[in-house]
């Protein structure tokens, strides 16, 4: 096994209260004695954001953000929150382009625009790219994916601050995962594909999310190129999100 540093991302979705401070409690307790070179984020919903930095004193841990709104300052803009704000309130990073977003109406353009107004404001940013069944079975996965790095990504970005997660939609919350040579092949292209942008600089480190579970995560461990995981039902478990982490490294 490399000692390579490996990300364990917890995407939290519409989970979680005050009272779930205890979950971060208990993974942060299982990392103060696990010595494998892991970085954890647990990207919670928006409320608690701020409850959880402050309780949260440790460097083993980082409290991100989901989703934001692309307006760089205050603004008329009814329920929503800015990059901003998420900063003010602790956020280290951020999920953006995830697709439950991107059905939401995010396209291409308005993920530009919330990548810039995140990194204006040093957060990092998780940005998620896939593709559905039916550009799967059109055998479409390369074009999908190059358009939607293309679309969102500029080349004066510093890499260092940007992640990418690999999350074929027909994976998310449906128990089916890719083949090895598969995620073999869609790691390597879009490796490349950044490097195209960065030219000479360090290629973004790449996860992989879709069903990934304290199971199926031997599997992901064999694929060499796969920087960490981006995780969302089983993050909302410290036992499950513990056992990913201690099985991966088996
Ligand atoms: P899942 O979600 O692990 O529940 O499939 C992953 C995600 O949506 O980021």
Redesign the pocket.
């Known amino acids: 096994m490399t000692n390579k540093l490996k990300y364990f991302i917890g995407?939290w979705?519409m989970f979680g209260d005050l009272g779930s401070i205890k979950i971060i409690f208990r993974i942060n307790r299982f990392l103060n004695t696990f010595k494998k070179r892991n970085k954890v984020v647990l990207c919670v919903p928006n409320t608690l954001i701020h409850y959880f930095t402050k309780k949260i004193k440790s460097k083993n841990i980082f409290i991100g953000a989901q989703n934001c709104h692309q307006y760089k300052n205050y603004g008329a803009f009814t329920g929503s929150v800015n990059a901003l704000m998420l900063k003010n309130a602790g956020a280290k990073f951020i999920?953006l382009g995830?697709?439950?977003n991107r059905s939401d109406g995010d396209t291409n353009h308005i993920i530009n625009k919330k990548i810039e107004s995140a990194l204006k404001q040093k957060i990092n940013i998780i940005f998620?790219i896939g593709e559905t069944i039916r550009e799967k079975n059109k055998g479409k996965t390369f074009s999908v994916l190059r358009n939607q790095i293309k679309g969102s990504i500029n080349k004066i970005y510093n890499p260092n601050k940007i992640i990418i997660?690999y999350?074929p939609i027909w994976?998310?919350?449906?128990g089916k995962i890719p083949k090895a040579f598969e995620l073999r092949k869609i790691f390597k292209f879009i490796k490349s594909e950044f490097s195209k942008i960065f030219k000479k600089k360090s290629p973004p480190k790449v996860l992989y999310?879709?069903?990934?579970?304290d199971k199926n995560i031997r599997f992901f461990s064999s694929i060499y190129d796969i920087d960490g995981f981006?995780?969302?039902?089983?993050?909302q478990s410290a036992k499950k999100f513990i056992d990913i982490i201690k099985n991966y490294y088996k």
């Open positions: 995407n979705k999920i995830h697709s439950e998620c997660a999350e994976s998310i919350g449906t999310g879709g069903s990934v579970n981006l995780i969302g039902a089983s993050s």
